[in-house]
Nanobody, 116 residues
Framework: QVQLVESGGGLVQPGGSLRLSCVAS????????MGWYRQTQGNQREVVAT???????TYGDSVKGRFTISRDNAQNTVYLQMNSLSPEDTAVYYC??????????WGQGTQVTVSS
């Protein structure tokens, strides 16, 4: 079973930047579609960004132009570079790994708080 461990969350001022990291266990990282999702209390989890095994990326409308997802298959790691952060980006951010219908794993989440 693949395990995901996120890091890099924290408190940042509006307009600032953070980079989240998610390290996956196992040998099959390169075939997974990896994603970042976020959730605030009382709301559904929403997609932030995804990246396929081939490197194709998609972004949620609210983060386009500000966030960048990338992956390093040699390090089993996916990143989320977040720039121009606003209070509306405050949420718990979750890493996700998917492969067909057999793999759909979530990390434990990392809190991002944007506040002055």
């Amino acid at each position: 079973q693949v395990q995901l461990v996120e890091s890099g969350g924290g408190l940042v001022q509006p307009g600032g930047s953070l980079r989240l990291s998610c390290v996956a266990s196992g040998r099959s990282f390169s075939v997974y579609t990896m994603g970042w999702y976020r959730q605030t209390q009382g709301n559904q989890r929403e997609v932030v960004a995804t990246i396929t095994s081939g490197g194709s990326t998609t972004y949620g409308d609210s983060v386009k132009g500000r966030f960048t997802i990338s992956r390093d298959n040699a390090q089993n790691t996916v990143y989320l570079q977040m720039n121009s952060l606003s209070p509306e980006d405050t949420a718990v951010y979750y890493c996700n790994a998917r492969f067909g219908i057999s793999i759909n794993r979530w990390g434990q989440g990392t809190q991002v708080t944007v506040s002055s």
